[in-house]
Nanobody
Framework: QVQLVESGGGLVQPGGSLRLSCAAS????????MRWYRQAPGKQRELVAG???????TYADSVKGRFTISRDNAKITVYLQMNSLKPEDTAVYYC??????????????WGQGTQVTVSS
């Protein structure tokens, strides 16, 4: 009923930039919050950035000043602009969207994940 499709991952050298996109489609009534998580091998999934419907943002300390989360309400898409990338940013990045569906249920959906590799 609701699907999230991620894109934009890839291989980049340290100091480079990438922009991840997550497009939502389906029976969506309203968006409550959008988030980006990441998971590196051997580590638990961690919150990278979050954006509420009211426009408030939150970032992990490790990415503050380098990453920016934003949205395009008309396209129901959330972005993660990643600058000054470091090897420790290497992980699978997952989009997470909290929304009300057409039945007014508050549900959480996940994207399929996209690999980001920062290496020289």
């Amino acid at each position: 009923q609701v699907q999230l499709v991620e894109s934009g991952g890839g291989l980049v050298q340290p100091g480079g930039s990438l922009r991840l996109s997550c497009a939502a489609s389906g029976s969506i009534f309203s968006i409550s919050a959008m988030r980006w998580y990441r998971q590196a091998p051997g580590k638990q999934r961690e919150l990278v950035a979050g954006l509420t419907s009211g426009g408030s943002t939150t970032y992990a300390d490790s990415v503050k000043g380098r990453f920016t989360i934003s949205r395009d309400n008309a396209k129901i898409t959330v972005y993660l602009q990643m600058n000054s990338l470091k090897p420790e940013d290497t992980a699978v990045y997952y989009c997470n969207v909290e929304l009300w569906d057409s039945h007014r249920r508050l549900d959480v959906y996940w994207g399929q994940g996209t690999q980001v590799t920062v290496s020289s």
